[in-house]
């Protein structure tokens, strides 16, 4: 597969050295602004795809007149975010 450019990019010096202050060894810019680009895009994705998925839930709610109150879900987002530490510990 043919690869492609990006846009020459200008930006104001101390953006510039602010990104060269933070790459890896080894790592070079051209290859930071394209993981960073790469990361924004999976994000913008994921957003996207929790923004349509909180849509359809609405409508469900609104169709079927069932939906979970706010305390119950709060408590179940706390449980998750208690493994999840639980887990980073490890």
Do not use: C, H, W
Request: hydrophobic share 35%; charged share 30%.
């Amino acid at each position: 597969m043919k690869t492609s450019s990006l846009p020459s990019l200008r930006v104001e010096p101390e953006l510039r050295s602010a990104a060269e202050s933070v790459l890896q060894v080894g790592e070079t810019l051209s290859g930071f602004i394209e993981d960073s680009i790469r990361s924004n895009i999976e994000r913008r994705q994921n957003q996207k795809i929790f923004i349509a998925r909180g849509l359809l839930s609405r409508e469900r709610a609104k169709e079927t007149g069932e939906y979970i109150p706010d305390d119950e879900v709060l408590a179940g987002l706390g449980e998750m975010l208690a493994k999840a530490k639980q887990q980073a510990k490890r």
